[in-house]
């Protein structure tokens, strides 16, 4: 059968022939804003990108979608001048033009707003924005009347004189691309944008695509979450293994058949009909208080609240002597799930590293298994059955400079099969590192390649196959989709469902609600500090629970099918 639905093209040509016949939807009055044409890059055993053509049409919002190690992001490091093909043509504007740095590609309008954002906390937006642009518009009052300008133009709302650290994602998000747009991009690529934004939020980004749109300029994103590049998308191009597969489009195409086109697999779900959960408590958490001097890592955000108007700097609280964690109190069993949703930056970071022993609470006891573990190191809470799947993979997951086989001893020195009687196994730890590599398809060239070198999604997976093959008692798992593609996701949502089985107990925090809410047995919300309300999975929406993580509702949240007036709250 051939892979094609009716409403799938094989990729466009090079130079569009509009073949009336409805097969390449290119708007042939205008030149295309981009158009690449053979590119074809290799690593050290890798083809990334192989023989791609992608034309991008003007004022158009463009999905980029494939599976983890497709070649996405080369692709678009390519198109941003970060990385320089090996065969091939680009052309923006109909014109063709070689990029030897992002420099050469700012210069020709394309920008890029990265998935880790790039912005100094402690400076304000109009500092970020004019930081290294200074020669466009100075740094004071015309600077800031630029940024007014780009700001009202399409509709981001952003306040040039806030500080950056008191600002919630989805705003930071904003300034990243008010920073691009300030530096006269007229196409801008969005890697995976929505990862970290709540449902609300991810709809007022797409309000912002659609009027950048309106103003003619273009946007091509990568996504893993095909509903949200049906919702937005105008054109979808699929990259399979390295190579552009075909175009898509978003007023006939599904998600499943997105899915069987990018992996060849069914779209997965992460719901769970069955429940395994025991009244054995693996972990206890009881009043649990961190105040800010305590405090390791990021500093804690203010979350996008619910009335912008209602925003309350972290300065002004700080001087109150603000609690990063307020007196939490929670118990997971043996074979439960329990969901902590939340916009980042309300004390997620700081109960993970407080669980973990990376930090030091100021109040409160940990117990794992019955017994009190507040006191103990971080290599004994996880010889003692912590498993960690990071928020962050590259701070606290990997050693990107490693070869893969020292990330599968990474945090697991001591533990079989890496050690024997105390010393280290490489020979063993190797051979362990081939079976991980093979049950969680981590598509490499091999084990001695840097963790650096894999993509986004196959460095996720060699961090949960790591994890897991310790069985682990009890896992913090932060993100553990994220970038991932829906295969891999599949692959990942049965490994701790098979785990809780056997009473694995799971604290799972996720950007992904839907995630959240088909893995869990429990969901508390959480917003500054504190566990402001509890949810039950089987009836809560994602919309009724991203509204509840921007402080919008406290309480047991009943959800819709339960609720008389058809309202959450
Ligand atoms: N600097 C590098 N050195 C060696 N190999 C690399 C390098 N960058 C990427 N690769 C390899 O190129 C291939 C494509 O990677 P790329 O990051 O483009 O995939 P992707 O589609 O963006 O994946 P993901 O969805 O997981 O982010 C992968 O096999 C990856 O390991």
């Not at 052309?91 to 050469?104: K, L, R, Y």
């Not at 642009?133 to 806030?162: C, M, T």
């Not at 405090?295 to 603000?322: F, K, Q």
Request: proline letters at 6%; one cysteine or more.
């Amino acid at each position: 059968m051939s892979p094609w639905h009716d409403n799938f093209a094989p990729p466009c040509p090079p130079a569009p022939t509009p073949s009336g016949q409805g097969e390449c939807v290119i708007n042939a009055s205008s030149p295309p804003a981009v158009e690449l044409h053979g590119i074809t890059k290799r690593f050290p055993g890798v083809v990334a990108n192989k023989d791609i053509a992608i034309t991008v049409r003007k004022g158009t919002v463009h999905a980029l979608i494939g599976e983890n190690g497709a070649g996405k992001s080369t692709l678009m490091k390519i198109l941003y001048g970060m990385q320089k093909p090996d065969e091939g043509t680009i052309a923006v504007d109909g014109e063709q033009v070689t990029f030897s740095s992002p420099g050469d590609a700012i210069a020709r309008g394309i920008g890029m707003v990265h998935q880790h954002f790039m912005l100094a906390d402690n400076l304000t937006v109009l500092e970020n924005v004019v930081l290294g642009g200074e020669k466009l518009y100075g740094i004071g009052a015309k600077a800031r009347k630029k940024i007014q300008e780009i700001s009202d133009a399409y509709g981001l709302g952003v306040r040039p004189d806030a500080l950056v650290e008191d600002l919630g994602v989805a705003d930071r998000q904003r300034v990243e691309i008010l920073k691009v747009l300030y530096r006269g991009a007229r196409i801008l690529i969005l890697d995976e944008p929505t990862a970290v934004l709540v449902p609300q939020e991810v709809d007022a980004l797409f309000d912002n695509l659609r009027e950048l749109k309106s103003e003619g300029l273009t946007v091509i994103f990568i996504s893993h979450k095909l509903g949200e590049v049906l919702k937005v998308a105008d054109d979808i191009t699929v990259i399979r293994r390295g190579t552009t597969v075909g175009t898509a489009d978003p007023k006939t195409a599904t998600t499943k058949q997105l899915a069987e086109l990018m992996v060849g697999s069914e779209l997965p779900s992460p719901e769970t009909r069955e429940s395994t959960v025991t009244d054995v408590p693996m972990l206890k958490v009881a009043n649990l208080t961190l105040l800010e001097s305590g405090a390791v890592g990021a500093p804690l955000t203010t979350a996008a609240p619910a009335d912008p108007s209602a925003a309350v700097t972290m300065h002004e609280e700080a001087a109150a002597g603000r609690k990063l964690l307020d007196d939490i109190s929670l118990t997971i069993h043996k074979g439960e799930i329990l969901g902590i949703a939340g916009v980042e930056g309300n004390g997620q970071t700081e109960l993970i590293e407080a669980l973990m022993g990376m930090s030091t609470p100021d109040a409160g006891v940990i117990s794992l298994d019955g017994e009190d573990i507040s006191k103990v190191s971080v290599r004994k809470r996880r010889e003692g059955g912590i498993g960690y799947i990071p928020e962050d993979r590259h701070r606290h997951g990997l050693l990107l400079e490693a070869p893969l086989w020292e990330n599968r001893i990474l945090g697991h020195v001591t533990e079989a099969p890496n050690s024997k009687r105390g010393i280290l196994d490489p020979k063993a730890a190797r051979k362990d590192t081939e079976r991980i590599v093979r049950e969680y398809d981590v598509r490499t060239p091999g084990i001695d390649v840097t963790a650096a070198s894999l993509s986004g999604g196959n460095q996720q997976k060699l961090i949960v196959g790591r994890e897991m093959s310790h069985n682990p008692k009890f896992l913090i798992a932060a993100h553990p989709t994220r970038g991932v593609d829906v295969g891999a996701q599949a692959q990942i949502w049965d490994a701790i469902r098979d785990a809780r089985r056997e009473g694995l107990a799971v604290l799972l925090i996720s950007a992904d609600l839907d995630e959240l809410i088909g893995l869990s047995d429990t969901l508390r919300v959480m917003y500054r500090g504190k566990l402001v309300a509890d949810a039950d999975p089987a009836t809560i929406t994602p919309e009724q629970l991203g509204s509840a993580m921007t402080g919008a509702a406290t309480g047991h949240l009943e959800g819709t099918e339960q609720s008389e007036d058809g309202d959450a709250r």
